[in-house]
């Protein structure tokens, strides 16, 4: 159990040298933002997730079964505006792959 308070608080406060450097800890907190975003974004704008896909695809599959409130076109727009967000994310990922901190 020490061993993995351990490498827990390794991973919420990693040391100086490092080598991946302050990624993991911000890794995490993108984790808890994209969650909190999630479930804004499902109460507030019309039953759709923004930050995760899966929920989209299978709220797509029952608007188009004829489920009643849902709309398959607010999931298709959502899942579009994902994959244009994804391919830009590609593009600058390849620019900036030669340093780990500049990705994030």
Same mark, same amino acid.
């Given at each position: 159990m020490r061993a993995l308070l351990?490498?827990?608080?390794?991973?919420?406060?990693?040391?100086?040298?490092?080598?991946? &450097?302050?990624?993991?800890?911000?890794?995490?907190?993108?984790?808890?933002?994209? &969650?909190?975003v999630d479930a804004v974004s499902y109460l507030a704008l019309g039953h759709v997730f923004v930050a995760n896909m899966t929920g989209n695809v299978v709220f797509l599959g029952f608007a188009l079964a004829g489920a009643e409130g849902l709309s398959a076109t607010a999931s298709v727009v959502s899942m579009t505006a994902f994959l244009a967000g994804a391919l830009a &994310?590609?593009?600058?990922?390849t620019r900036f792959a030669a340093h780990r901190g500049r990705l994030l």
């Open positions: 351990a490498d827990a608080a390794h991973t919420l406060v990693p040391p100086k040298d490092d080598r991946h &450097g302050p990624l993991p800890p911000l890794l995490l907190a993108l984790t808890v933002v994209t &969650g909190l &994310g590609g593009r600058f990922g």
